[in-house]
């Protein structure tokens, strides 16, 4: 078996880039925090300034920058400002959490195996935007999201983890994307904790979770009461 992609004496640094409200990137500090991980999120980055989960950040005492996107003649130059102000931080993993541009070749290859995403799919089912749309125009009875390790082609790469939940007769795009996102909020934590304690490797190509029965996470109804079922 090959060795844990991470594993050292000092604990395992998290660098995360957020393009928006960053509620992923919220619950991984909060596990972090309360569930006392050999770990830290060392920056939170975002390619815009408006973004308000920034904010959040620097008030749990999280340091944070902004490299804007606009700022930069092409994506070769704007990727490497990037890594420029991520490695500062000298991360051992790089999350991306509603992080909303297309990486470069050069950047993914530059992190590899250490590079992970959340994905609002199944995949390799919906990859790209507009996930729940697909979901519902496809008529499929389950939906959920993927974290994966980052390859160059986008949202495809070695799966660590999904969740799963139904699709509901009704369902709207914005009440599918919410069910998903709480599921969200279930798997990338556990998987943070997962690659703190060093037990994600990677073997011919195929994710391998020590100690961990199952990489699956299911969706669980609200309680609902007898009166409702009547
Ligand atoms: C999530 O649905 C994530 O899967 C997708 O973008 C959304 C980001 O939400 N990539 P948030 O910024 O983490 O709240």
Known sequence: MKAPLFSSARRCRFVILISGRGSNMQSIVR???EQGWPAEV???ISNREDA????WAASQGIPTRVVPHRDYA????FDAALA?????FEPDFVLLAG????????FVRHYADRLINIHPSLLPLFPGLGTHRQALEAGVAVHGC????????LDHGPIIAQGVVPVMPGDTEDALAERVLGIEHVVYPTVASWLAHGKVSLEAGKVVVRDVADRA???SAPAVSLEKCA
């Open 74 to 77: 092409d994506r070769v130059a």
């Open 52 to 55: 308000s989960g920034l904010q």
């Open 42 to 44: 060392a920056a939170v």
């Open 84 to 88: 420029r102000e991520i490695d500062a």
């Open 217 to 219: 996470f299911l969706w």
């Open 146 to 153: 993927t974290v994966h390790f980052v390859t160059p082609v």
């Open 99 to 106: 992080f909303m541009r297309i990486l470069t070749e050069d």
């Open 31 to 33: 596990a972090c925090r």
